[in-house]
C-alpha cells in the first residue's frame, strides 16, 4: 500500500482504536494505543505521531477526554456517538478511503500526518470498496427524507454472501453508526413501530426512491425524536439496563471505583477493604472486576458471581498448567 494512504489512515485508526478499546474505566495511554495500531491495523507509529493526531482529532470536535484531563489516558467520552458535527465517525472513513470523495483535498491533507505510517495489505482489505457507495446513497436519502430500497444479504459458511430474501426491503432512513469496524443504518419498516438496524455491508442493489419517510417521533422510543447513542448502545453493545452488584474490593481501588461508576457507586470502608453497591450495566461491572481481578470479589447477585465462576473455569481449562 502507498505512504499516503497509510498517512490517511492514522486519524481513523486511532479513533476506531479509542471506540474498542478505550472507556472512561479504562483510558489508553498513548502506549497502548500505538501497540492497538500495530495489533489490530498493523501499522507502525510514533508517539508524536500519535499525539499530533489525537489533538487533531479534538480539534474536528471529537469529545475526546485526554491525560491531561483526567490524569489516565485517552478516551471518548459518553456523548460522542449523539455529538452532531459533520465530521463523525462514518463520514471521516468514508472521505478518507473513497476515492470519489467529494471532500476537498486540502481539508483531507489535514488529516495526514508527515511522519510515514504503513498498512499491511491484509488490514487494509477489510473494508469492502462497495460499502462506501451504499453509505453515499443512504446519507443522500437521509437528506432528503425520502425511502431506500435493498436486498439484505447473511453470510453462509463459506464466507459468501446469500440473499436473505428475494424480494427487497423497503425501509426508512434515519441515521448511520459505527460500531465494532461495522457499519450500520437505523431505519423503520412500514408497518412495524420500532426502529431496526442492518449492516450496511450486506446491504446490496440500494435504491433511493421517492417515497417519503416516516417520521421517527411517530416510532414508540423516538417520541422525543431519534438518539442515535441511546440507540447504539441499547442494541449493539446493552449498556442500557442496570443491576444493581455488591462488591469487596482493596482499598487502594476507591479512586477507580469513583472514576468508573461516579454517583451509581455507594462505598463503604471495612477494614483495610471496600464493600461497594453499585448500580450499573453488568457489562460495565464485568470490566471492572475482570480488570482488577486480584483485588476484587463480586458477592451479590449469586447468578452473576456463579457466571464469573464458570468463565474462570473454562480459561482455566483452555490454558492448563505446564
Known sequence: MSETKGKKALSLCILRVLEQH??????????????????????????????????????????????????????????????????????????????????????????????????????????????????????????????ISFLYAVVGTDGRKVPQRETPFMVSPYALFLADGYYYAIVSISGYGRLLHYRCDLMENVTVTDQPTRSAETLIECRDGLDVAAYVNRTIYHTDVRETHTVLCAGHLGGELLDSFGDAVRMRPEGETIRAEIDAPWELVHRFLVGNLKHTTLLAPAWRRAQIREELLSALSTYPQG
Open 22 to 147: 478505550a472507556g472512561k474505566a479504562n483510558p489508553l495511554s498513548t502506549r497502548h494505543i500505538i501497540e492497538y495500531l500495530e495489533a489490530d491495523y498493523g501499522m507502525i507509529a510514533e508517539r508524536k505521531a500519535v499525539g499530533r493526531n489525537l489533538l487533531l482529532l479534538q480539534e474536528m470536535g471529537f469529545p475526546l477526554s485526554t491525560y491531561q484531563e483526567n490524569g489516565k489516558g485517552y478516551y471518548l467520552k459518553a456523548d460522542a456517538g449523539s455529538a452532531v458535527h459533520e465530521h463523525n465517525p462514518v463520514a471521516l472513513d468514508a472521505y478518507l478511503r473513497a476515492p470519489r470523495s467529494d471532500r476537498s483535498e486540502e481539508e483531507i491533507a489535514r488529516l495526514q500526518d508527515p511522519v510515514p505510517v504503513y498498512v499491511s495489505e491484509t488490514a487494509a482489505g477489510r473494508q469492502s470498496a462497495e460499502v462506501f457507495e451504499t453509505l453515499d446513497r443512504i446519507k443522500e436519502a437521509i437528506e432528503r427524507r425520502v425511502q
